[in-house]
């Protein structure tokens, strides 16, 4: 008869991770943590790897930046000091993360013919996907209001700053800064046209309204 023989079976690492959120507006900036176990008592991680897109990570709280929109996969694998894998060391969640579309505020101004008026149009773009749409354009000089394409009337000629802060339906929300720039206090309307022409000939009148126009 053979001698007892003594099998020792080795604990399999469990993969596990997780994320504060899992959605948001392009681009996402994601910060995961590896939640895996060793498997047993007396074993421990000694590796990892994080799969997003095609990028891969080996730390234990990866920082990535998803830059468009969609749904995306996540895979962690983890190894123990027993070298031991199998099914429960590698975990897979298709669609874990999901990006909506940001918004890209912008904006341009006009002056009207009423003195110090400037008629501000608003110029709001998004990124690769139309699934978010645009809910509200907040403007700041000073005071605020919602309106898509306000007016605002300014006491003195100066260089003033508008900022612009938009935000979608997906609850993105970004702003923009440009500069609105009144160059005098009154409107005047002019024109020059020559004293005298012949018969039939063109006559050529030219602008000299003030400010110059834009």
């Not at 690492?13 to 176990?37: E, K």
């Not at 997906?170 to 409107?187: K, L, P």
């Amino acid at each position: 008869m053979s001698a007892p023989l003594t099998i020792t079976v080795l604990p399999t690492p469990v993969a596990d991770f997780s994320t504060i959120d899992t959605f948001g507006c392009a681009p996402y900036h994601v910060q995961f943590t590896d939640n895996s176990t060793s498997g047993g008592v007396g074993a421990t991680i000694t590796g990892r790897t994080w799969f997003f897109v095609m990028e891969a990570y080996r730390c234990y709280k990866p920082f990535h930046i998803f830059n468009l929109p969609g749904n995306y996969a996540v895979n962690l694998q983890v190894t123990n000091d027993k070298g031991c894998q199998g099914t429960t060391s590698l975990k897979t969640i298709t669609g874990y993360i999901t990006v909506t579309a940001g918004v890209l505020p912008n904006f341009s101004d006009s002056l009207l013919q009423v003195a110090n008026h400037r008629q501000l149009r608003i110029l709001i773009t998004r990124q690769q996907g139309r699934e978010s749409l645009l809910t509200v354009g907040i403007w700041r000089w000073g005071t605020a209001g919602n309106i898509f394409s306000p007016n605002h009337v300014y006491a003195a000629a100066g260089s003033y700053p508008v900022t612009m802060i938009a935000s979608s339906s997906a609850g993105c929300i970004d702003s923009a800064i440009n500069t609105t720039v009144i160059n005098t206090g009154t409107v005047v309307s002019n024109f020059a046209a020559p004293d005298s022409v012949c018969i039939s000939a063109p006559v050529v009148f030219q602008n000299t309204s003030s400010p110059n126009a834009e």
